[in-house]
Nanobody, 124 residues
Framework: QVQLVESGGGLVQAGDSLGLSCTAS????????MGWFRQAPGKEREFVATLNWAGGNKNYADSVKGRFTISRDNAKNTVYLQMNSLKPEDTAVYYC?????????????????WGQGTQVTVSS
């Protein structure tokens, strides 16, 4: 069982930066592929970014490529999402998710464990 807790959300202005963290319980964090997803009001949850257990294989949604960076620190059981040049359309609840092993994936249904989410609001 893996428990995920996100933090770092908040209210920012367009063009600002914000960093999210997701800390996992359990001793097998380093074996998990991690992902970030988001869900805006009235919309389906969508993929944002993912990286493999070692952090060397990453993938991003086209909408955030070049602005967002995913990383992890296995010694701290934490995955990060650094968000730069934020836009109002980035407003959403951001979730981190984990799946055992395998390659980074944008498929929501491939992730077993989910955090409770953290709100990010970008004002224009």
């Amino acid at each position: 069982q893996v428990q995920l807790v996100e933090s770092g959300g908040g209210l920012v202005q367009a063009g600002d930066s914000l960093g999210l963290s997701c800390t996992a319980s359990g001793r097998t964090f380093s074996t998990y592929t991690m992902g970030w997803f988001r869900q805006a009001p009235g919309k389906e949850r969508e993929f944002v970014a993912t990286l493999n257990w070692a952090g060397g294989n990453k993938n991003y949604a086209d909408s955030v490529k070049g602005r967002f960076t995913i990383s992890r620190d296995n010694a701290k059981n934490t995955v990060y999402l650094q968000m730069n040049s934020l836009k109002p359309e980035d407003t959403a609840v951001y979730y981190c998710a984990a799946k055992a092993g395998g390659q980074p994936s944008s498929a929501i249904n491939s992730y077993y464990y989910w955090g409770q989410g953290t709100q990010v609001t970008v004002s224009s």
